[in-house]
């Protein structure tokens, strides 16, 4: 009698590796977040952050975790200043410019890159502005990925017209980390902000199946399902 014919197990693991072999990891995600609470529930998986507060003793603007340099109406690079008299969302201290007119604070159209000396999965900081800033003037930018602002009642706020707006991006694909980590702001008008307390996270490195090792994992299943069809077919014959 003819038997239906039926497809092994292991011919179903050959396709999946090689499949795999083919196509390579899963895709990459990465969120923006307008709330350090989000943020912080997006990278609970990841390593424990590193914050800069523009406040610790010893730690200069450019360390071995990244170098910061910018675009700014006022010329020089961006530098820490000591926010005595204004608010910050900790210490005193904040990350601003050269511009004394300004208190040392950003003016619109400025930009910030952030280059990571290592790439991080997650990247997140408070820009303080005032009460004239609208939804979209604050990108944070990573990857082709951005973030903006959102409205004045997100932000946290000192209840005397300044405010903190949360921008950050996470990423839970160890490829995809972030090496160079861009904030910009709208120029259409004139605004001041400061950045500060930046948090910096970044994902355990766990060894992946390369395409290569799903490869050979595959034919050698094919070539164990080839030699199980071929000792069927003897054992058929010699039953003859």
Same mark, same amino acid.
């Given at each position: 009698?003819?038997?239906?014919?039926?497809?092994?197990?292991?011919?179903?693991?050959?396709?999946?590796?090689?499949?795999? =072999?083919?196509?390579?990891?899963?895709?990459?995600?990465?969120?923006?977040?307008? %709330?350090?609470?989000?943020?912080?529930?997006?990278?609970?998986?990841?390593?424990?952050?590193? /914050?800069?507060?523009?406040? %610790?003793? $010893?730690? +200069?603007?450019?360390?071995?975790?990244?170098?910061?340099?910018?675009?700014?109406?006022?010329?020089?690079?961006?530098?820490?200043?000591?926010?005595?008299?204004?608010? %910050?969302?900790?210490?005193? +201290?904040?990350?601003?410019?050269?511009?004394?007119?300004?208190?040392?604070?950003?003016?619109?159209?400025?930009?910030?890159?952030?280059?990571?000396?290592?790439?991080?999965?997650? *990247?997140?900081?408070?820009?303080?502005? $005032?009460?004239?800033?609208?939804?979209?003037?604050?990108?944070?930018?990573?990857?082709?990925?951005?973030?903006?602002?959102?409205?004045?009642?997100?932000?946290?706020?000192?209840?005397?017209? +300044?405010?903190?707006?949360?921008?950050?991006?996470?990423?839970?694909?160890?490829?995809?980390? *972030?090496?160079?980590?861009?904030?910009?702001?709208?120029?259409?008008? *004139?605004?001041?902000?400061?950045?500060?307390?930046?948090?910096?996270?970044?994902?355990?490195?766990?060894?992946?199946?390369?395409?290569?090792?799903?490869?050979?994992?595959?034919? =050698?299943?094919?070539?164990? +399902? %080839?030699?199980?069809?071929?000792?069927?077919?003897?054992?058929?014959?010699?039953? /003859?």
């Amino acid at each position: 009698m003819h038997r239906p014919a039926t497809r092994p197990a292991c011919a179903w693991l050959t396709a999946a590796c090689l499949g795999l =072999g083919i196509t390579g990891g899963a895709q990459a995600t990465v969120q923006g977040h307008t %709330t350090l609470a989000s943020f912080a529930a997006a990278s609970a998986s990841h390593l424990p952050a590193t /914050l800069f507060d523009f406040d %610790t003793p $010893g730690l +200069s603007l450019n360390n071995t975790f990244w170098t910061v340099s910018g675009s700014l109406a006022a010329g020089g690079a961006p530098q820490v200043v000591n926010g005595s008299g204004l608010w %910050t969302t900790s210490g005193v +201290s904040f990350l601003g410019s050269a511009d004394a007119g300004n208190l040392g604070q950003f003016t619109s159209g400025d930009t910030l890159t952030f280059n990571l000396s290592q790439p991080a999965h997650a *990247f997140g900081l408070y820009v303080i502005t $005032g009460s004239d800033v609208i939804a979209g003037d604050l990108t944070l930018q990573a990857n082709g990925h951005t973030v903006s602002n959102g409205p004045l009642s997100q932000a946290l706020s000192d209840g005397h017209g +300044s405010y903190a707006h949360f921008l950050g991006l996470v990423t839970d694909t160890f490829n995809e980390g *972030f090496s160079t980590v861009n904030l910009s702001s709208n120029g259409d008008f *004139f605004f001041v902000f400061a950045a500060d307390d930046v948090r910096v996270a970044s994902l355990a490195a766990v060894p992946e199946p390369s395409g290569a090792l799903l490869g050979a994992l595959g034919l =050698g299943s094919l070539m164990a +399902s %080839t030699r199980m069809r071929t000792r069927r077919k003897s054992s058929t014959h010699n039953s /003859l």
